[in-house]
């Protein structure tokens, strides 16, 4: 979940949807700007494409991430 800048939410979704292991990308309302499906099976993976990939972006104001497992 991505908590950004005002106003810079539809520049943010098109920047993270080409990112290799991104499924979805959806805009929301409440406290969080933008949703982000990434699938992987390693967390390390995972982790990289958060820190190196998606919080690089800038107008990011914060990020939250929530591990699901199968």
Same mark, same amino acid.
């Given at each position: 979940?991505?908590? @950004?800048?005002?106003?810079?939410?539809?520049?943010?979704?098109? %920047? *993270?949807?080409? &990112?290799?292991? *991104?499924?979805?990308?959806?805009? *929301?309302?409440?406290?969080?700007? *933008?949703?982000?499906?990434?699938?992987?099976?390693? &967390?390390?993976?995972?982790?990289?494409?958060?820190v190196e990939n998606i %919080? %690089?972006?800038?107008?990011? %104001?914060? $990020? $939250?991430?929530?591990? @699901?497992?199968?």
């Open positions: 979940m991505i908590n @950004c800048e005002m106003g810079s939410e539809s520049s943010i979704i098109e %920047r *993270v949807k080409p &990112i290799e292991g *991104v499924k979805e990308v959806v805009g *929301v309302f409440g406290n969080y700007d *933008v949703l982000v499906k990434i699938q992987s099976t390693n &967390i390390d993976e995972i982790s990289q494409i958060i %919080r %690089r972006l800038g107008k990011i %104001r914060c $990020t $939250t991430t929530l591990m @699901c497992a199968n």
